[in-house]
Protein backbone atom coordinates (compact mmCIF):
# COMPACT_ATOMS: atom_id res chain seq x y z
CA UNK A 1 0.00 0.00 0.00
CA UNK A 2 1.56 3.64 -0.92
CA UNK A 3 0.73 5.72 1.85
CA UNK A 4 0.87 8.84 -0.07
CA UNK A 5 3.57 10.29 2.60
CA UNK A 6 6.08 10.87 -0.33
CA UNK A 7 6.61 14.81 -0.25
CA UNK A 8 4.48 15.56 3.09
CA UNK A 9 6.17 17.18 6.09
CA UNK A 10 5.77 16.39 9.24
CA UNK A 11 6.43 17.57 12.62
CA UNK A 12 7.39 15.03 15.46
CA UNK A 13 7.12 16.52 18.88
CA UNK A 14 9.62 14.75 21.54
CA UNK A 15 11.19 12.59 19.17
CA UNK A 16 14.89 12.15 20.63
CA UNK A 17 13.79 8.46 21.35
CA UNK A 18 11.43 6.09 21.94
CA UNK A 19 7.76 6.15 20.48
CA UNK A 20 8.30 9.52 19.12
CA UNK A 21 11.40 8.95 17.50
CA UNK A 22 9.80 5.80 16.25
CA UNK A 23 7.03 7.79 14.40
CA UNK A 24 9.91 9.84 12.81
CA UNK A 25 11.94 6.93 11.68
CA UNK A 26 8.55 5.26 9.96
CA UNK A 27 7.46 8.76 8.46
CA UNK A 28 11.09 9.63 6.97
CA UNK A 29 11.07 5.98 5.36
CA UNK A 30 7.72 6.41 4.14
CA UNK A 31 8.91 9.37 2.00
CA UNK A 32 8.17 12.34 4.48
CA UNK A 33 10.68 15.34 5.63
CA UNK A 34 11.02 15.61 9.35
CA UNK A 35 11.21 18.70 11.61
CA UNK A 36 12.34 16.82 14.88
CA UNK A 37 12.63 18.57 18.58
CA UNK A 38 12.86 17.27 22.08
CA UNK A 39 15.06 19.09 24.90
CA UNK A 40 18.45 17.92 25.17
CA UNK A 41 20.26 19.03 21.74
CA UNK A 42 23.35 16.30 21.70
CA UNK A 43 20.64 13.40 21.79
CA UNK A 44 18.21 15.00 19.49
CA UNK A 45 20.71 16.07 16.68
CA UNK A 46 22.17 12.23 16.98
CA UNK A 47 18.45 11.17 16.01
CA UNK A 48 18.52 13.30 13.01
CA UNK A 49 21.86 12.57 11.85
CA UNK A 50 20.47 8.21 11.71
CA UNK A 51 17.50 8.72 10.49
CA UNK A 52 18.49 11.26 7.55
CA UNK A 53 21.55 8.81 6.96
CA UNK A 54 19.19 5.60 6.53
CA UNK A 55 16.25 6.67 4.74
CA UNK A 56 18.13 10.03 2.91
CA UNK A 57 15.18 12.24 4.59
CA UNK A 58 15.35 15.69 4.85
CA UNK A 59 15.64 16.50 8.45
CA UNK A 60 15.64 19.68 10.85
CA UNK A 61 16.09 19.69 14.21
CA UNK A 62 15.49 22.16 16.79
CA UNK A 63 15.60 22.07 20.41
CA UNK A 64 12.75 22.79 22.46
CA UNK A 65 11.00 22.19 26.01
CA UNK A 66 7.41 21.73 24.27
CA UNK A 67 6.07 22.77 27.77
CA UNK A 68 7.97 26.58 26.98
CA UNK A 69 5.58 28.40 24.22
CA UNK A 70 8.02 30.51 22.98
CA UNK A 71 10.06 27.11 22.38
CA UNK A 72 7.30 25.67 20.80
CA UNK A 73 6.85 28.85 17.94
CA UNK A 74 10.62 28.20 17.23
CA UNK A 75 9.60 24.85 16.53
CA UNK A 76 7.59 25.81 14.10
CA UNK A 77 8.99 28.91 12.03
CA UNK A 78 12.50 26.96 11.82
CA UNK A 79 10.25 24.18 10.46
CA UNK A 80 8.04 26.64 7.89
CA UNK A 81 11.19 28.27 7.38
CA UNK A 82 13.05 25.42 6.18
CA UNK A 83 10.40 23.59 4.25
CA UNK A 84 7.81 26.57 3.73
CA UNK A 85 4.33 24.38 5.22
CA UNK A 86 3.97 21.82 7.17
CA UNK A 87 1.19 18.68 6.79
CA UNK A 88 1.43 16.31 9.66
CA UNK A 89 1.57 16.85 13.29
CA UNK A 90 2.83 14.53 16.17
CA UNK A 91 1.80 15.66 19.87
CA UNK A 92 4.20 13.85 22.14
CA UNK A 93 6.17 14.77 25.24
CA UNK A 94 7.68 13.00 28.19
CA UNK A 95 5.18 11.17 30.39
CA UNK A 96 4.10 12.93 33.51
CA UNK A 97 5.53 11.87 37.14
CA UNK A 98 3.72 8.73 38.38
CA UNK A 99 1.42 9.33 41.94
CA UNK A 100 -2.03 9.28 43.75
CA UNK A 101 -3.56 12.16 44.37
CA UNK A 102 -2.58 12.83 47.55
CA UNK A 103 1.23 13.07 47.02
CA UNK A 104 0.96 15.26 44.23
CA UNK A 105 1.07 19.38 44.42
CA UNK A 106 -0.44 22.21 42.94
CA UNK A 107 2.79 22.99 41.06
CA UNK A 108 3.61 19.34 39.76
CA UNK A 109 -0.54 19.78 38.51
CA UNK A 110 0.53 22.83 36.05
CA UNK A 111 3.76 21.40 35.52
CA UNK A 112 2.17 18.26 33.81
CA UNK A 113 -0.81 20.64 32.23
CA UNK A 114 2.23 22.49 30.55
CA UNK A 115 3.54 19.12 29.66
CA UNK A 116 0.51 16.87 28.23
CA UNK A 117 -2.24 18.55 27.30
CA UNK A 118 -0.71 22.19 26.59
CA UNK A 119 1.67 21.64 24.63
CA UNK A 120 -0.39 19.40 22.26
CA UNK A 121 -3.03 22.81 22.34
CA UNK A 122 -0.23 25.27 21.18
CA UNK A 123 1.54 23.04 18.56
CA UNK A 124 -2.01 22.54 16.65
CA UNK A 125 -3.02 26.02 17.14
CA UNK A 126 0.18 27.48 15.42
CA UNK A 127 0.40 24.44 13.25
CA UNK A 128 -3.58 24.49 12.14
CA UNK A 129 -3.43 27.72 10.01
CA UNK A 130 -0.79 26.18 7.27
CA UNK A 131 -2.91 22.51 7.41
CA UNK A 132 -5.98 25.00 6.55
CA UNK A 133 -5.31 26.91 3.99
CA UNK A 134 -3.57 23.87 1.89
CA UNK A 135 -7.38 22.16 2.65
CA UNK A 136 -5.46 19.20 3.47
CA UNK A 137 -3.52 18.28 7.05
CA UNK A 138 -3.00 15.46 9.69
CA UNK A 139 -2.93 16.20 13.89
CA UNK A 140 -1.96 12.84 15.75
CA UNK A 141 -1.78 12.65 19.49
CA UNK A 142 0.16 10.22 21.49
CA UNK A 143 -2.05 9.62 24.37
CA UNK A 144 -2.25 6.42 26.42
CA UNK A 145 -4.09 3.33 27.35
CA UNK A 146 -4.81 5.17 30.27
CA UNK A 147 -7.79 7.45 28.25
CA UNK A 148 -9.77 4.23 27.85
CA UNK A 149 -8.81 2.27 31.18
CA UNK A 150 -7.33 4.45 34.25
CA UNK A 151 -3.97 2.94 35.14
CA UNK A 152 -3.48 3.22 38.76
CA UNK A 153 -0.98 5.55 40.49
CA UNK A 154 -1.12 7.52 36.97
CA UNK A 155 -3.63 10.39 38.40
CA UNK A 156 -1.94 12.42 36.20
CA UNK A 157 -1.40 11.19 33.03
CA UNK A 158 -5.27 9.24 33.66
CA UNK A 159 -6.38 13.16 33.99
CA UNK A 160 -4.54 15.13 31.43
CA UNK A 161 -5.04 12.73 28.74
CA UNK A 162 -8.59 12.67 29.07
CA UNK A 163 -8.21 16.53 28.63
CA UNK A 164 -6.26 16.01 25.00
CA UNK A 165 -8.86 12.91 23.99
CA UNK A 166 -11.37 15.33 24.42
CA UNK A 167 -9.52 18.42 22.45
CA UNK A 168 -8.68 16.22 20.03
CA UNK A 169 -12.66 14.72 19.65
CA UNK A 170 -14.14 18.49 19.30
CA UNK A 171 -11.48 19.74 17.16
CA UNK A 172 -11.81 16.82 14.52
CA UNK A 173 -15.43 17.75 14.15
CA UNK A 174 -14.40 21.59 13.99
CA UNK A 175 -11.51 21.02 11.09
CA UNK A 176 -13.29 17.85 9.26
CA UNK A 177 -14.34 19.99 6.47
CA UNK A 178 -11.08 21.53 5.54
CA UNK A 179 -9.64 17.56 4.88
CA UNK A 180 -7.87 17.86 8.60
CA UNK A 181 -8.56 14.84 10.66
CA UNK A 182 -7.36 14.64 14.78
CA UNK A 183 -6.60 10.98 15.97
CA UNK A 184 -5.15 9.96 19.13
CA UNK A 185 -2.89 6.53 19.54
CA UNK A 186 -2.54 4.82 22.48
CA UNK A 187 0.67 3.04 23.31
CA UNK A 188 0.06 0.10 25.37
CA UNK A 189 3.24 -1.16 27.67
CA UNK A 190 5.86 -0.29 24.95
CA UNK A 191 9.70 -1.21 25.21
CA UNK A 192 10.89 2.08 24.71
CA UNK A 193 14.44 3.61 27.06
CA UNK A 194 11.70 5.29 29.85
CA UNK A 195 9.48 2.10 30.28
CA UNK A 196 12.87 -0.05 30.57
CA UNK A 197 14.14 2.90 32.82
CA UNK A 198 11.55 2.76 34.77
CA UNK A 199 11.23 -1.25 34.90
CA UNK A 200 14.92 -0.94 36.49
CA UNK A 201 13.82 2.05 39.13
CA UNK A 202 10.96 -0.68 40.32
CA UNK A 203 12.67 -3.38 40.09
CA UNK A 204 15.96 -1.67 42.87
CA UNK A 205 13.12 -0.60 45.11
CA UNK A 206 11.49 -4.20 45.12
CA UNK A 207 15.03 -6.12 45.27
CA UNK A 208 14.19 -8.06 42.17
CA UNK A 209 15.68 -7.97 38.61
CA UNK A 210 14.20 -5.66 36.39
CA UNK A 211 13.01 -8.96 33.98
CA UNK A 212 11.25 -10.37 36.91
CA UNK A 213 9.93 -6.76 37.53
CA UNK A 214 9.00 -6.78 33.53
CA UNK A 215 7.45 -10.00 33.66
CA UNK A 216 4.83 -8.52 35.88
CA UNK A 217 3.68 -6.42 33.16
CA UNK A 218 3.99 -8.94 30.84
CA UNK A 219 1.76 -11.39 32.79
CA UNK A 220 -1.39 -8.47 32.76
CA UNK A 221 -1.02 -8.14 28.46
CA UNK A 222 -3.38 -10.99 26.51
CA UNK A 223 0.08 -11.16 24.28
CA UNK A 224 2.43 -11.68 26.99
CA UNK A 225 5.20 -9.22 25.89
CA UNK A 226 5.92 -5.34 25.59
CA UNK A 227 4.99 -4.11 22.31
CA UNK A 228 7.70 -2.96 19.97
CA UNK A 229 8.17 0.39 19.20
CA UNK A 230 7.56 0.13 15.83
CA UNK A 231 4.65 -1.75 15.89
CA UNK A 232 3.26 1.45 17.40
CA UNK A 233 4.93 3.66 14.63
CA UNK A 234 3.15 1.70 12.20
CA UNK A 235 -0.42 2.51 13.09
CA UNK A 236 0.86 6.07 13.73
CA UNK A 237 2.22 6.15 9.66
CA UNK A 238 -1.30 5.10 8.46
CA UNK A 239 -3.28 7.44 10.51
CA UNK A 240 -1.51 10.25 9.14
CA UNK A 241 -1.20 8.96 5.45
CA UNK A 242 -3.10 9.67 2.40
CA UNK A 243 -5.24 6.79 2.84
CA UNK A 244 -6.32 7.19 6.30
CA UNK A 245 -8.39 10.15 4.86
CA UNK A 246 -11.66 9.44 6.47
CA UNK A 247 -10.67 8.09 9.82
CA UNK A 248 -11.15 10.94 12.22
CA UNK A 249 -11.43 11.53 15.91
CA UNK A 250 -10.59 8.34 16.87
CA UNK A 251 -9.14 6.93 19.87
CA UNK A 252 -7.24 3.23 18.77
CA UNK A 253 -5.24 1.70 21.38
CA UNK A 254 -1.45 -0.42 20.49
CA UNK A 255 -1.31 -2.50 23.39
CA UNK A 256 -1.33 -6.58 22.81
CA UNK A 257 -4.90 -6.19 24.32
CA UNK A 258 -4.25 -4.99 27.59
CA UNK A 259 -7.50 -2.74 27.55
CA UNK A 260 -10.37 -5.14 28.48
CA UNK A 261 -13.29 -2.71 27.06
CA UNK A 262 -15.77 -3.73 24.05
CA UNK A 263 -14.49 -0.61 22.42
P1 LIG B 1 10.69 8.31 26.32
O1 LIG B 1 11.07 8.88 27.64
O2 LIG B 1 11.43 7.12 25.84
O3 LIG B 1 10.78 9.46 25.21
C1 LIG B 1 10.23 10.71 25.48
C2 LIG B 1 10.77 11.74 24.50
O4 LIG B 1 10.22 12.99 24.89
C3 LIG B 1 12.28 11.91 24.54
O5 LIG B 1 12.72 12.17 23.24
C4 LIG B 1 12.46 13.13 25.43
O6 LIG B 1 13.66 13.81 25.15
C5 LIG B 1 11.26 13.95 25.03
N1 LIG B 1 10.78 14.91 26.00
C6 LIG B 1 10.44 14.68 27.29
N2 LIG B 1 10.00 15.82 27.86
C7 LIG B 1 10.07 16.80 26.91
C8 LIG B 1 9.79 18.18 26.91
N3 LIG B 1 9.34 18.81 27.99
N4 LIG B 1 9.99 18.87 25.76
C9 LIG B 1 10.46 18.26 24.66
N5 LIG B 1 10.75 16.95 24.61
C10 LIG B 1 10.56 16.23 25.73
O7 LIG B 1 9.12 8.02 26.42
P2 LIG B 1 8.18 7.09 25.51
O8 LIG B 1 8.10 5.75 26.16
O9 LIG B 1 8.56 7.20 24.10
O10 LIG B 1 6.75 7.77 25.76
C11 LIG B 1 6.24 8.82 24.95
C12 LIG B 1 4.88 9.23 25.49
O11 LIG B 1 4.00 8.11 25.47
C13 LIG B 1 4.94 9.67 26.97
O12 LIG B 1 4.04 10.71 27.18
C14 LIG B 1 4.52 8.43 27.70
O13 LIG B 1 3.98 8.70 28.98
C15 LIG B 1 3.48 7.88 26.75
N6 LIG B 1 3.25 6.45 26.98
C16 LIG B 1 4.26 5.57 26.79
C17 LIG B 1 4.04 4.23 27.02
C18 LIG B 1 5.15 3.20 26.85
O14 LIG B 1 4.96 2.06 27.24
N7 LIG B 1 6.28 3.56 26.25
C19 LIG B 1 2.78 3.79 27.45
C20 LIG B 1 1.76 4.72 27.62
C21 LIG B 1 2.02 6.07 27.36
Known amino acids: ?67 VPQDIAQVVSVGREQFGHIDILVNNAGGPPAGKFESLSREQWETATRLTLYSAIELTRLVLPDMKEQRWGRILNITSIAVKQPVENLILSNTLRAGVTGFARTLANEVAADGITVNNILPGYTRTERVEELAGMMAEKEGISPADFTARWESEIPMKRLGEPREFAALAAFLVSERAGYITGTSIQVDGGWIRSLL
Do not use: F, Y
Not at 4 to 23: D, H, N, T
Not at 32 to 42: D, G, V
Not at 43 to 61: K, P
Open 1 to 67: MDLGLKGKVALVAAASRGLGRAVAEELAAEGASLILCARNAEALNATRDQIALHTGAAVVAVPADVT
